[in-house]
């Protein structure tokens, strides 16, 4: 016998009762060296697989979670991620069968630190193997396969467990249809790394470490809650608790512990660490947190070209404002990199303040559980409903064009045939969703207010959460037909930057803008000496339009023949007839809507 | 016998040599109850006290610092502000006689948990008592009596230093002429607090730690390096580890510690660690951790108000944008509330990657020692040379009218004489210096561009380091008699607001502003169709123009009509010949320059 009883391995915590546990026959070959035989697994699972075995979506936890995802019945515990997963939930259980298996390493049923190292017939202790983010996965797909599912309808998890996910698109392509990746990175900041290790040292330095052999004595408990106080300030965010212990700073309540408990964020931190420990095993943290560390797609951007260039599936990235330890910015550079290989990304950096632990909160999954639902509901498998929410979500358009949009039909006429197009500042996905209808393909759209996105993905387009401003530098030259920009123009800072990626990124550009050079514009500034104000196209003040810049067709002329770039066609037309402006458009037409390229010299 | 003699004190680090000790015969009644007897105070001191005893500046340490600031001679260890102090430098010892003396608490000298407490005749340990930031500045203030110092030309200090300056200037403002806060804050945020407590519970929480009566055993030193390492990683920032660590991640330099160095952050962070448990005592480590986590100016504007309430000083912040302990944030809120209370106040936030740590690198102090050199030149003390660096720093004006600054002499006569006056967008100060050489004051500038800041306060003016379409609610109703806006409003995103501002802050606003309706702009842009590009005032292409507004005269008037606004005079003139123009002026003005009231209702 190499592995303790189901009942050793649940010394930590609440016993899963609906836990199911298989053991591989065959031995694990280790990313780094070494093996481990019999691995056992605990998993448990939730709905039904369907006859055709395509609808399981397999959910990876993090470093501190387990396999206990939610509730199974009205009488089982809460599980972990209640907010999200369960039968009419975003990934709706009457629908999907939901797969969660502990990880290797865990100390939560799966083969971890705490089971017994067969040649030794003592635990594993720190003896347990370093073990990397890839090897979990592999475990993984052994139980998938065991489970008789061929391909993976998603892949979904947050923090540890979008480390995991990311390593199953790129591990196994054929297995997975869509990923979801949730406040992950390509790699943890050296920041990071750096409470990883205090915390590590801090589990080290407890005399009842014992070089991890505490089984049969009292377990380092001290330096377990030293270190989960301290991952637990890394998974809040300095608003957050601002909030929460500041207006009670000298007033803490009162804990049973024996660590300090002067301030209020102290009691709390001592609670949460005095919890923890309760629950989860030294030698794990050392191990799993190691992982999380080792993990590392690539320090610059052609590494990491090279570890996600193998994935094939549609990918979801959802990352928080406020999350310190897998920032946005990060989440962003992995976006950024499979954008630039063409592959179907959708990316979206909700506002919040509760940091890294936003993903496990129901106030802050409120808008990632509508893009998860619609996400999964539009991969385009048998038997789906395709470009959910499409007609009943559709926003008011925030263009200044709100009364009509006249210029959709006019980008039309300029828009090569089934051509691929980029959307620059998409919207709501509006225009996006007529040229799907129409045969093009592929679609991208990039838009920097956050409910856009989301109506983005709800009409199931892919879209980018980003700001022309900040810079387009991840699409490659010419990687659409098309790149559009749309009524957008007028709102940028950086409008020659932007025009030279416009005709960088598309073959075409096509650009359509408002002309304040306007025969009535100039009549009212002439006559009045004021900026007109109308209704509709025109109807800001002047000292509180969101309007950056204040083109004219001859301006914009001027600026593309300095700037290399040729005019190809162009339709020039009076929004308020609808008649097209042949004729001195500058002084006749309002609207301007003009197909570029670049002028290869 | 109640002290242990100087050696035994110096068990921390290489000794002193410079260094004199001084112990008070009266004994000093602690803030949170009890006291000490015989306190004993390391102290160094360089440069001479000049015959007036008026050239004395203090330097309060950090939480790892001691007295040793700069080296005495050249064969002395360096110290830790060499970039800011000795012969020449920004703190002159050839000029000031500067004074640094071991915080009570610490373990170089001054008494501290490492002394023997007279009741047990044993070291203190942890039983010395709680004490705070006021505490050790009584200390110094005993100290600072006793070398015949009434009143101190600066106290200057970083981070606990800079708690310490706070406490000073409240506590003792007849004593204090000019106070320097550097990287603090009112009250450490939750999340600073909570690191500290972690590092707390780490040293307690090591089995040497014994209740903190370890000075005849081993010293906890594995905990209090932990709580060293972490303490470190805060006073770094993530730009700043990312530069360090991430080229060689998984390349550890080779470290003799039992702490982890898998990676570089890691043998980085356990080199610290080692070498701090040399030279720091575990208990002063809490104590004076402790007593930063309870300095408290209050949690809301009103208790900040009153704690600030009693100073006198001239005051100078400085923060670091990185810095995410003592976040700049954090420091503006100080300076807010002195500005409210019409104190001489000056800030400025230094762009740096360096986190936290900034106050101490030769890299980031390099402008705040311009300021710093500048701010104690310009004390208005006898015999200090005023205004230094006025003439020979003049530089270029970024304001639109580069050519002549013809509107100077517009607001001028529309200034009400020796009147207080705030400049909004002061810019390098020049208009302020003008101001003042008229006799104007006293005066304020508000200018968020830092280069700009360092100008003004090297002019010797007032200034705060702040973004207008920030909000200037810090400023109190009708605090000055005027609110000047010149040049400045073109560039601002929330027009009416600061418009709003101006009216309310100064009981007189005065605004000026080139006006696009002017005859020339109209005519080409009616002609052809264009915005138009001239030399000077309107030399920038409408697709890169700095300017975010267009306001004619016409519509300024009806905007102020709208907000409840009077203009009470106005001056509008042609820049190009200068001369004023009475007749039409939205049509023959180029720039207009008018006072403004609020309507009393």
Request: aromatic content about 8%.
């Amino acid at each position: 016998m190499s592995l303790t009883s189901s009942s050793d391995s649940q010394r930590y915590g609440a016993p899963l009762r609906h836990a199911k546990l298989w053991t591989s026959n065959d031995s694990l070959a280790l990313e780094n060296g070494g093996g481990l035989e019999h691995v056992t697994i605990c998993y448990e699972t939730w709905g039904k697989l369907n006859e055709d075995g395509n609808n399981a979506v397999l959910i990876c936890h993090a470093l501190s979670g387990d396999s206990h995802v939610v509730r199974h019945d009205e009488d089982d515990t809460p599980g972990w991620w209640e907010v999200l997963v369960g039968p009419g939930k975003p990934i709706n259980t009457d629908q999907y069968f939901v797969i969660c298996s502990n990880v290797l390493g865990g100390c939560r049923g799966t083969t971890g630190p705490n089971f017994l190292n067969p040649e030794t017939r003592q635990p594993y202790g720190a003896d347990f193997p370093v073990i990397t983010v890839r090897d979990m996965v592999e475990v993984q797909r052994c139980l998938v396969a065991q489970l008789g599912i061929s391909r993976l309808r998603a892949v979904v998890g947050g923090s540890l467990g979008g480390l995991q996910v990311l390593t199953w698109a790129i591990d196994h392509p054929q297995m997975v249809t869509s990923s979801i990746v949730i406040a992950a990175s390509a790699r943890l900041s050296s920041q990071g790394i750096a409470f990883d290790v205090v915390g590590r040292n801090a589990i080290r330095n407890d005399p009842n470490f014992a070089g991890g052999q505490y089984y049969d004595g009292p377990a380092p408990e001290g330096g377990l809650a030293l270190a989960r106080m301290l991952a637990h300030i890394t998974y809040l965010s300095d608003d957050s608790m601002r909030a929460k212990f500041d207006p009670t700073r000298l007033q803490p309540r009162t804990v049973d512990s024996a660590f300090e408990s002067t301030f209020s964020v102290g009691s709390y931190l001592a609670h949460q660490g005095d919890r923890f420990v309760e629950r989860f095993d030294a030698n794990s943290y050392v191990t799993l947190s190691t992982a999380m560390d080792l993990f590392d797609l690539g320090d610059n951007a052609e590494k990491l070209a090279a570890s996600l260039a193998p994935s094939t599936c549609r990918w979801l990235f959802i990352s928080f404002s406020s999350d310190w330890l897998y920032p946005a910015s990060a989440s962003r550079q992995l976006v950024d990199t499979l954008v630039a290989q063409s592959k179907s990304v959708s990316s979206c950096e909700i506002e919040s303040l509760a940091g890294h632990d936003s993903f496990l909160l129901e106030e802050t999954m409120e808008g990632s559980g509508r893009m998860i639902h619609a996400f999964l509901a539009n991969d385009d498998s048998p038997g789906t409903s395709n470009h959910f929410g499409n007609e009943s979500r559709i926003a008011e358009p925030t263009s200044i064009f709100y009364a009509q949009r006249l210029d959709y039909k006019m980008i039309l006429r300029l828009m090569p045939r089934d051509a691929s197009v980029v959307d620059l500042g998409s919207g709501n996905g509006e225009l996006l969703s007529i040229l799907r209808d129409q045969g093009y393909a592929p679609l991208l759209g990039v838009e920097r207010d956050q409910s856009q996105v989301v109506c983005c993905v709800e009409r199931g387009l892919s879209v980018l959460h980003a700001d022309l401003d900040q810079g387009l530098s991840a699409i490659p030259d010419h990687s659409f037909e098309v790149a559009l920009l749309s009524q957008t123009l007028q709102s940028i800072v950086d409008v020659a930057g932007v025009l030279d990626e416009v005709v960088r990124i598309g073959r075409r550009g096509i650009v359509s803008f408002p002309n304040f050079a306007h025969a009535p514009m100039r009549e009212t500034f002439q006559r009045e000496g004021r900026l007109p104000k109308e209704e509709g196209l025109y109807a800001y003040e002047w000292h509180d339009t969101p309007n950056r810049r204040f083109p004219s067709i001859l301006d914009f002329q001027e600026l593309c023949a300095n700037r290399g770039i040729r005019i190809l066609e162009a339709i020039y037309f009076d929004s308020t007839t609808g008649a097209e402006i042949l004729e001195d458009p500058n002084l006749n037409a309002d609207v301007a809507v003009v197909a570029l390229t670049r002028i290869v010299s």
